[in-house]
């Protein structure tokens, strides 16, 4: 598994490849958010697989990464989740923390 970054209209997007195993590892995504504050970039994306799955770290990874971008005056987006993956975030109600979208397309710049 792999991120490669990207920016698209103002967004730092992460790019998650393939994975190993049963669940998506998104550990790096805290270390790479903290590089991109360092960089002043605040909006950072985050598109998925199709076939992630997020376990318990994984999701601890997306929260811990969207309090950071929040408390410095920036945002987590996630592109195009799968309805599995929505249904996750509504039922640990991240949507309050996340950003959703449906493309890269429609990410706004800031």
């Not at 967004?11 to 998104?26: A, K």
């Not at 590089?35 to 997020?54: H, M, T, W």
């Not at 929260?63 to 599995?84: E, K, M, Y």
């Amino acid at each position: 598994m792999g991120i490669r970054t990207k920016q698209n209209n103002g967004h730092t997007v992460l790019t998650v490849d393939g994975f190993v195993g049963s669940q998506t590892d998104l550990s790096a995504i805290s270390r790479i958010v903290d590089e991109c504050l360092s960089k002043g970039q605040k909006r950072v994306a985050l598109a998925l697989p199709a076939d992630a799955f997020l376990g318990p770290e994984a999701i601890g990874s997306v929260i811990r990464s969207s309090h950071v971008l929040d408390n410095a005056g920036g945002r987590l987006v996630v592109i195009s989740p799968t309805a599995q993956l929505r249904s996750v975030f509504k039922d640990l109600n991240l949507f309050s923390l996340v950003e959703i979208v449906d493309s890269h397309d429609v990410l706004s710049g800031g």
